[in-house]
C-alpha cells in the first residue's frame, strides 16, 4: 500500500493510519473524482458507488487544428478545472467536507494536461486533509461498468472481458477481478480510433471525425468498397494497413473524378467502418472462444459507435452470452470513471503519495 502524506511545517508526514482510522468511521464513501487525461476537463462525485454529479467542459479550441494540440489543452485545463470542479460539488449537493477521498487521472494522457488535473488534486487533498488515490486512465474505462446512476443497476459478472477502443487504444482485456486486469491483444501500430479520425480527416470531415463517419455509414453501402484487412497473429490488432488502403483508394479514385469523395461520402464511411468493425470483431471473437467468458463489456471513445455496440450486442447474442454496452456518457473521458476506479482502490485502502508524479504511458 502506497503512503499518504501531509505536508507539515516544510516536511511529508506519513498520516496512512490515521485516515485509515478516520475514514473507516464515516457512514459513507464519497469519491470526488478528477480527469484531465487529454482534453475534456472534468469532475465528478460519487457516494457509496452511486454516481451524483459528472460535469465535462470540452475544448473546442482543436477543432481548426484538426487534432488535440498538447499546449492549448493544458491551457484550457487551467482556465477549466476550478469551475467544474465547484459545478460538480455543487451538483451533488454536498459540502467540500463530506469527500473522502479524491480520485485523480494519474496516466496514460498528455502529460500536460495531466499535470493541471493532479497539481489541483494534490493542493486540495492537502487543503481537505484527505486521502488521494490514483487512477490508470485505462483501467477506468473498463470499471465505469461499475458506475450506478441508479440503485439497482447491475454490471458485468467476473471474468469478463472488454473491448477497450479508443483513440489511442484498443486493447482485449480479461478483467479477472476489480485491481486484476490482463492485456490478451492490443494493437501494434495504429488505434481503432486513430484509424477512425485519421481517414476522416483526408476525406476533409471535421476533427474528431468518428461520429462523422458514424452518422454518414447509416446512409451509406457497406459493402461498396474494400479496404485491406492485417492478418495479425494471436490477438492483437494493426490499423495502419486499413489507413493506407483506403487512403490509395481516395488517390487512384481522385485521379478520375475530382469529386469521388463528395459524391460517394456515405458509401466511403459505411465501408470504412465496416472494416475496422469486422477487424475489432474476428479477435473478439476468438478471446471469447478462448476464455469461455460469459460476459463481454465494451469502452472506450469508440465505443459510442453505433455500428459497433450493434455489432458487439449480435455477436453476444450470436454466442449465447451477455453483452454491456455502456451509456454514451460513459465512452469518452469523462471523471465518474475515475471516481469509480477510485472508490474502489479507497475500500482497499489503496492511497497515494503526494510525490508520485503523472506519467504519459503506461497499459493496464
Not at 135 to 162: G, T
Not at 298 to 313: D, F, K, L, M
Not at 333 to 345: F, L, R, T
Request: proline share 5%; with cysteine; charged share 20%.
Amino acid at each position: 500500500m502506497n503512503g499518504v502524506f501531509r505536508f507539515v511545517n516544510g516536511e511529508f508526514i506519513d498520516d496512512t493510519l490515521r485516515l485509515i482510522n478516520h475514514n473507516d468511521s464515516r457512514m459513507s464513501v464519497t469519491i470526488l473524482g478528477i480527469e484531465s487525461s487529454c482534453d475534456d476537463t472534468s469532475a465528478a462525485v460519487i457516494t457509496d458507488g452511486l454516481l451524483r454529479s459528472n460535469v465535462i467542459a470540452s475544448q473546442k479550441v482543436h477543432e481548426a487544428y484538426g487534432g488535440v494540440v498538447p499546449e492549448l489543452a493544458s491551457r484550457a485545463h487551467q482556465q477549466n478545472i476550478v469551475p467544474v470542479v465547484s459545478e460538480a460539488i455543487r451538483q451533488a449537493g454536498i459540502d467540500r467536507s463530506e469527500i473522502s477521498a479524491i480520485a485523480y487521472t494519474r496516466g496514460p494522457g498528455l502529460l500536460g494536461s495531466l499535470l493541471v488535473g493532479t497539481s489541483f488534486a494534490k493542493g486540495m487533498a492537502i487543503g481537505l486533509d484527505i486521502p488521494l488515490v490514483d487512477v490508470n486512465h485505462l483501467q477506468a474505462h473498463v470499471l465505469s461498468h461499475f458506475i450506478k446512476v441508479n440503485e439497482d443497476d447491475r454490471s458485468p459478472e467476473f471474468p469478463f472481458l472488454c473491448l477497450l477502443i479508443s483513440g489511442g487504444n484498443s486493447q482485449i482485456i480479461y478483467v479477472k477481478e476489480m485491481n486484476d486486469m490482463q492485456i490478451l491483444g492490443k494493437t501494434i501500430d495504429d488505434a481503432a480510433g486513430e484509424a477512425f479520425d485519421k481517414c476522416a480527416k483526408v476525406m476533409g470531415l471535421p476533427y474528431p471525425g468518428g461520429p462523422h463517419i458514424d452518422r454518414l455509414a447509416k446512409e451509406g453501402d457497406p459493402l461498396r468498397f474494400s479496404f485491406s484487412k492485417p492478418h495479425i497473429p494471436g490477438l492483437d490488432y494493426s490499423f495502419s494497413g486499413l489507413k493506407t488502403s483506403f487512403l490509395y483508394t481516395l488517390r487512384d479514385n481522385l485521379k478520375e473524378d475530382p469529386d469521388f469523395v463528395k459524391n460517394n461520402i456515405s458509401d466511403l464511411c459505411a465501408s470504412l467502418q465496416k472494416t475496422i468493425i469486422d477487424i475489432l470483431l474476428v479477435k473478439l471473437k476468438a478471446a471469447i472462444k478462448e476464455t469461455g467468458v460469459k460476459d463481454v463489456a465494451i469502452g472506450g471513445g469508440v465505443s459510442a459507435n453505433s455500428g459497433v455496440r450493434e455489432a458487439v450486442e449480435k455477436l453476444c447474442s450470436d454466442m449465447g452470452i451477455r453483452a454491456w454496452i455502456p451509456p454514451r456518457s460513459f465512452t469518452t473521458d469523462n471523471a465518474a470513471m475515475v471516481a469509480i476506479a477510485g472508490y474502489y482502490k479507497y475500500l482497499d485502502h489503496e492511497y497515494s503519495s503526494l510525490e508520485l508524479p503523472p506519467f504519459a504511458r503506461v497499459t493496464i
